[in-house]
Every structure is written in structure tokens, then in C-alpha cells.
């Protein structure tokens, strides 16, 4: 089983609709990244997130963790083609910052 | 500009052979990583290093070797050993200091069996 779980795998939205990718851990994110990749290309970081209850916001795009420090959500306003790509998290889960732990991905595709 | 270089973008590998993709960073990092994304897979860890000189093995690091003689430079060889290498590979780095940062990530390098 995957240690971090993210969902949906894919996603398919009409341009101007709202989404939210979740990514879920049994264990303590000490740290987590949102990174976005388009296909056979690099990850690009988008945010990083550290404190319990902690959001960030980025043009359209929002990233919170919850209280608990296992659970993030990604969030798209009014989504645009330009936000489709596959977005990863990325976990800190063994507290030391020197490896991390990715999700699966979720691909998400922007209908006109 | 800094940044992460991966060489070569694509890469075919004949049964039985070597092949050695390369990782190339400007930014002073001091760490470097190798992940394996293969389709529908999130990225795995095969090789890191902390320090020149020094790695250690990530959760995949069978069929794969790497060396860290200087800071910019951390190659990656797939070996004969590594039965199924067709994969995208990903080189990152990160820098020291007390405040979390984020890794940073090259093109990748798309390893293909002829």
C-alpha cells in the first residue's frame, strides 16, 4: 500500500469550474509539497507546506494542511487549460528533510 | 540562470549493456537525488546523496550505481542487472541551511530498451 495516497487518480473539468486534489498520510507530514508535471517533462514546485492548519494561495491555486498534519488539499478556482498537467505531493514523513515521499499523481484535464 | 540539467533527454539501452544518464546543477546544492517515475506510479527513490563522496541507497536502488566525486555532478548507471529499465528518470537537488526548502527537479531522461 501506498504510504501517501492521493485522489483522484484523474480528473476531468470543464474551464471555469473549481476542483480540489487530496493527498492523505497514516503518518505525520512534516513537511509537504505540492509539485505540478507536464507529461515527459520535470516537476515544478508550486507550494510547501509545514504547520498544522496552514494555507498557501498562488494565483488560483490554493494548498492547506490540516490540523492533524496528515492530510493536504489542492485547490483550483476557476480552472483554465493552462492548469492541466498530472500535480504530485510530495511528503517529509520521516521528520529528517532528507527524503521524500511521493504520491501516485492525479491528471487533470481541462475541457473548453 | 540556475537549474538542473539532465543529459540526454532520450536513451536507448541494448540487453546487457551499460548506460549512464547524467545530472548536471548549478545551484550550490549540496544534496542530490535519483527517482524512477514509471506510468501511473508516483516517484521512487533509487539513489541520494548528501555530501560529495557520499550516497546513500534510496527504496529501489538494485541494477542502479552512482558516484559523487564533486558537488555539481551526481551520475546515475543503469546496469546490466536492472531487468526492467524502461523508465522516466529524475535528478533533484536541495540546498543546506536551517529553513526547510523544496526540492528542485530537472527535465528528466526518458530510458528506453532497444
Known amino acids: 500500500s501506498q504510504e501517501l495516497e492521493q485522489s483522484p487518480q484523474s480528473l476531468i473539468v470543464q474551464e471555469g469550474k473549481n476542483l480540489t486534489i487530496n493527498c492523505t498520510s497514516s503518518?505525520?507530514?512534516?513537511?509537504l509539497y505540492w509539485y505540478k508535471q507536464k507529461y515527459g517533462e520535470g516537476l515544478i514546485f508550486l507550494m510547501m507546506l509545514q504547520k498544522g492548519g496552514e494555507e498557501k494561495s498562488h494565483e488560483k491555486i490554493t494548498a492547506k494542511l490540516d490540523e492533524k498534519k496528515q492530510q493536504s488539499s489542492l485547490h483550483i478556482t476557476a480552472s483554465q487549460p493552462s492548469h492541466a498537467g498530472i500535480y504530485l505531493c510530495g511528503a517529509d514523513i520521516t521528520g529528517t528533510a532528507s527524503k521524500l515521499t511521493f504520491g501516485t499523481g492525479t491528471r487533470l484535464q481541462v475541457t473548453l | 540562470d540556475g537549474g538542473i540539467t539532465q543529459s540526454p533527454k532520450y536513451l536507448f539501452r541494448k540487453e546487457g549493456q551499460n548506460v549512464t544518464l547524467s545530472c548536471e546543477q548549478n545551484l550550490n546544492h549540496d544534496a542530490m537525488y535519483w527517482y524512477r517515475q514509471d506510468p501511473g506510479q508516483g516517484l521512487r527513490l533509487i539513489y541520494y546523496?548528501?555530501?560529495?563522496?557520499?550516497?546513500q541507497k534510496g527504496d529501489i536502488a538494485e541494477g542502479y550505481s552512482v558516484s559523487r566525486e564533486k558537488k555539481e555532478s551526481f551520475p546515475l548507471t543503469v546496469t546490466s542487472a536492472q531487468k526492467n529499465p524502461t523508465a522516466f528518470y529524475l535528478c533533484?537537488?536541495?540546498?543546506?541551511?536551517?529553513?526547510?526548502?523544496?526540492?528542485?527537479f530537472g527535465d528528466g531522461t526518458r530510458l528506453s530498451i532497444l
Open positions: 503518518k505525520t507530514l512534516y513537511g
Open positions: 546523496s548528501q555530501i560529495v563522496n557520499d550516497f
Open positions: 533533484a537537488s536541495i540546498g543546506g541551511g536551517p529553513m526547510r526548502q523544496p526540492q528542485h
